[in-house]
């Protein structure tokens, strides 16, 4: 009930039920995971908005509202890590072009956790789903 409750809120179709599912199985099951809950404190979805100001290649400034969603973010005794899932099904084949892709928004993940916490990320890494993988992009 809990997974078509999601789906619905999310705008999926109930058909992807099974697949929420697996996704939700793969991931409990991972070592990342496993790792998180062995952790000092453990979070999940957690929001965030900062300010920050961007000065463009020619010194004009703008102001920028920064937000997003931190999936996995769990603190071991040296430092916070953040992990961000992807459930895409293009990593099985892709899997070095969406490291890629996605390692600028695990650095803002990381910024973001900083400025708003004023404590270390010491790891930052993405979550395949699909491949069962955690690739660490910061350290």
Not at 34 to 56: G, M, N, W
Not at 62 to 79: N, S, Y
Request: charged share 25%; with cysteine.
């Amino acid at each position: 009930p809990l997974a078509i409750s999601q789906l619905e809120e999310l705008g999926l179709s109930q058909s992807r039920l099974d697949e929420a599912l697996d996704t939700a199985t793969t991931v409990i099951q991972s070592d990342i995971w496993k790792r998180a809950q062995a952790s000092e404190h453990i979070l999940t979805e957690v929001p965030f908005q900062y300010a920050q100001t961007i000065t463009d290649d020619s010194g004009n400034q703008t102001p920028t509202i920064l937000r997003g969603v931190i999936d996995l973010a769990f603190k071991e005794q040296d430092g916070w890590v953040i992990v961000d899932y992807k459930t895409d099904q293009s990593a099985k084949e892709n899997l070095d072009q969406m490291i890629e892709y996605y390692t600028p928004q695990l650095k803002a993940y990381a910024e973001a956790w900083e400025q708003c916490t004023g404590e270390i990320v010491k790891e930052s890494g993405l979550y395949f789903s699909t491949v069962n993988r955690y690739l660490r992009t910061i350290e």
